[in-house]
């Protein structure tokens, strides 16, 4: 029997099972308590009424009722912050690289980073049995981050139901032993990049630069070789970055060696290199760590598609940003890098809704395979939660759906609560048989070469996600941050998974 996944529907909660954020809860105590004060002062009961909802009513319309996808108050945050960033200048990043010295020790000073981006990022490197690794400490968000390029299985939309099961369950356990093993791995973000590519380019390059002195038997086992070499109109890479929080018995043991950098890199360097040994555990295969170099090297193409993942030469964490990021326009940004002119625009849409019905195990395909000729980043980050904490967060949001469910002796229930009903009791069943628990949030980023192309591409990847059962949210206003969250920082969630 095929594996289906089922995804709980997110639809428009009240006060129950919703958590109001900071500014939310003031602003709605702020309006009840007013109305309150308000209606107490004046004598008529009508007045009473009337003065209690004109001031407590645009409250509480502008906390929970829907505006255009959001709320009010959502929306008037983003543009708030939008604004503010407008003025001071910040949505319009030059980079300081060419002024940018280096010390007596060699190593390079540091320089600003685009809006967006974590600031203040500590560069860390780290020895493991597998290569040098980056390790970047975020000190907002208390996490150190590092990537890895790894390979899953080949052709999997070929293999029979079964080998697609193993494979899940696979990677399933490898979730499990991350959460519950100990270990200091508490995020991963998956990064799935997809580069249009020319496959005729080397035949191509061959031919224009053959020389006619050079033998025969040269010439035609050099053709040879190039009809065997497997070339694809794509390049298609997965990266995977590790979170681990900053914690106090982390400081503790990095304080027994000469430095906290070294610490750092000794204690975390033994962590990933845990992690990596066991990826086989989920039938993953390690490609290669992402040193400084590397790392530099794939950020920068994030901005800047025409720049080479592995052209490494001359990149570091001050030649990774872009030369120029313009975020100003609400509806995309504009990035140009040290090596090419025109500039490259970017989007990004959040993936806000899940399938609202059962889904293969494949129902991801319609974006990341069928979608040809477009410049995107698919990436999904995720908190892994220990099984004792998930089983009883799925309870919980068991118990709110079953309580919100209109059961009143007449009334047809709603079949969508009864769906939603069933996915929360079935995770709540799963994690008990041994399922991994996970927060996730995901997110795309498309690029092209004008806005025109932009536009395009857009739509092209929102009528796959369509097809794939899921809804896009693009991040107008938000665009400068949003694009970050597709970048190998594990970013895109919240710190306490609230």
């Given at each position: 029997?095929a594996?289906?996944?089922?995804?709980?529907?997110?639809?428009p909660?009240?006060?129950?099972?919703r958590k109001?954020?900071?500014d939310e809860?003031?602003?709605?105590?702020?309006?009840?308590l007013?109305?309150?004060?308000?209606?107490?002062?004046?004598?008529s009961?009508?007045?009473k009424?009337?003065?209690?909802?004109?001031?407590?009513?645009?409250?509480?319309?502008?906390?929970?009722?829907p505006?255009?996808?959001?709320?009010?108050?959502?929306?008037?945050?983003?543009?708030?912050?939008?604004?503010?960033?407008?003025r001071d200048?910040?949505?319009?990043?030059k980079?300081?690289?060419?002024?940018?010295?280096?010390?007596?020790?060699?190593?390079?000073?540091?320089?600003?980073v685009?809006?967006?981006v974590?600031?203040?990022?500590?560069?860390?490197?780290?020895?493991t049995?597998?290569?040098?690794?980056a390790?970047?400490?975020?000190?907002?968000?208390?996490?150190?981050?590092?990537a890895?390029e790894?390979?899953?299985?080949?052709?999997?939309g070929?293999?029979?139901?079964?080998?697609?099961?193993?494979?899940?369950?696979?990677?399933?356990?490898?979730?499990?032993?991350?959460?519950d093993?100990?270990?200091?791995i508490?995020?991963?973000?998956w990064?799935a990049?997809v580069?249009?590519?020319?496959?005729?380019a080397h035949?191509?390059d061959?031919?224009?630069?053959?020389?006619p002195?050079?033998p025969?038997?040269?010439?035609?086992?050099?053709?040879?070789l190039?009809?065997?070499v497997?070339?694809?109109?794509?390049?298609r890479r997965?990266i995977?970055?590790?979170?681990?929080?900053?914690t106090?018995?982390?400081?503790?043991e990095?304080?027994r060696?000469d430095?906290?950098?070294?610490?750092?890199?000794?204690a975390?360097g033994?962590?990933?290199?845990?992690f990596?040994?066991?990826?086989?555990?989920?039938?993953?295969r390690?490609?290669?760590?992402?040193?400084?170099?590397?790392?530099?090297s794939?950020?920068?193409?994030?901005?800047?598609?025409?720049?080479?993942?592995?052209d490494?030469?001359?990149?570091d964490?001050?030649?990774?940003?872009?030369?120029?990021?313009?975020?100003?326009?609400?509806?995309?940004?504009?990035?140009?890098?040290?090596?090419?002119?025109?500039?490259?625009?970017?989007?990004?849409?959040?993936?806000?809704?899940?399938?609202?019905?059962?889904?293969?195990?494949?129902?991801?395909?319609?974006?990341?395979?069928?979608?040809q000729?477009?410049?995107f980043t698919?990436?999904?980050?995720?908190?892994l939660?220990p099984t004792?904490?998930?089983?009883?967060e799925?309870?919980?949001?068991?118990?709110?759906?079953?309580g919100?469910?209109?059961?009143?002796?007449?009334?047809?229930?709603?079949?969508?609560?009864?769906k939603?009903?069933?996915?929360?009791?079935?995770?709540?069943?799963e994690?008990?048989?041994?399922?991994?628990?996970?927060?996730?949030?995901?997110?795309?980023?498309?690029?092209?070469p004008?806005?025109?192309?932009l536009?395009?591409?857009?739509?092209t990847?929102?009528?796959a996600?369509s097809r794939?059962?899921i809804?896009?949210?693009?991040?107008?206003k938000?665009?400068y941050?949003?694009?970050?969250?597709?970048?190998?920082?594990?970013?895109?969630l919240?710190?306490?998974?609230?």
């Amino acid at each position: 029997m095929a594996r289906t996944f089922v995804f709980p529907r997110p639809r428009p909660r009240g006060l129950l099972g919703r958590k109001l954020e900071g500014d939310e809860q003031v602003v709605l105590a702020a309006g009840l308590l007013g109305g309150l004060v308000l209606a107490w002062l004046v004598s008529s009961t009508v007045l009473k009424v009337v003065c209690f909802g004109v001031l407590a009513g645009p409250c509480a319309w502008a906390v929970l009722a829907p505006f255009r996808g959001r709320t009010f108050l959502k929306w008037f945050e983003v543009t708030r912050t939008y604004r503010r960033l407008l003025r001071d200048g910040s949505l319009l990043y030059k980079s300081q690289a060419p002024y940018a010295g280096r010390l007596i020790a060699g190593r390079r000073m540091s320089v600003d980073v685009p809006a967006g981006v974590p600031r203040d990022m500590e560069w860390i490197s780290a020895r493991t049995a597998f290569g040098e690794i980056a390790i970047l400490l975020q000190p907002h968000e208390l996490m150190f981050t590092a990537a890895i390029e790894v390979e899953a299985m080949r052709d999997f939309g070929s293999l029979d139901t079964e080998d697609k099961e193993s494979l899940i369950q696979a990677y399933e356990s490898l979730l499990k032993a991350t959460a519950d093993g100990g270990g200091r791995i508490r995020r991963l973000q998956w990064i799935a990049r997809v580069i249009p590519t020319d496959p005729n380019a080397h035949a191509r390059d061959a031919a224009a630069r053959a020389d006619p002195k050079a033998p025969a038997w040269l010439e035609v086992s050099y053709q040879e070789l190039i009809r065997h070499v497997a070339v694809t109109s794509e390049d298609r890479r997965l990266i995977l970055v590790l979170g681990i929080p900053y914690t106090t018995d982390l400081v503790a043991e990095a304080r027994r060696y000469d430095t906290l950098h070294v610490g750092y890199g000794i204690a975390l360097g033994k962590e990933l290199e845990n992690f990596i040994r066991q990826l086989s555990r989920g039938q993953l295969r390690h490609v290669r760590n992402l040193d400084e170099a590397g790392l530099a090297s794939y950020i920068h193409h994030g901005y800047d598609p025409s720049h080479w993942i592995d052209d490494t030469t001359g990149m570091d964490r001050v030649t990774c940003w872009p030369a120029e990021l313009d975020a100003r326009d609400p509806s995309h940004l504009v990035s140009r890098s040290w090596e090419t002119s025109p500039g490259w625009y970017s989007r990004t849409a959040w993936i806000k809704e899940m399938p609202v019905l059962p889904v293969g195990i494949n129902f991801m395909a319609p974006v990341l395979l069928y979608v040809q000729g477009v410049v995107f980043t698919v990436s999904v980050t995720m908190d892994l939660v220990p099984t004792d904490q998930a089983i009883t967060e799925a309870m919980a949001d068991a118990t709110n759906e079953l309580g919100q469910a209109d059961k009143r002796a007449g009334v047809i229930e709603d079949p969508r609560e009864q769906k939603a009903q069933k996915a929360s009791l079935g995770t709540m069943h799963e994690i008990a048989a041994g399922a991994a628990g996970i927060r996730l949030a995901a997110w795309i980023t498309v690029t092209a070469p004008d806005d025109e192309a932009l536009r395009r591409d857009g739509d092209t990847v929102r009528s796959a996600a369509s097809r794939s059962g899921i809804r896009l949210e693009w991040t107008d206003k938000e665009h400068y941050r949003a694009f970050a969250n597709t970048l190998p920082f594990a970013a895109g969630l919240f710190r306490n998974g609230s």
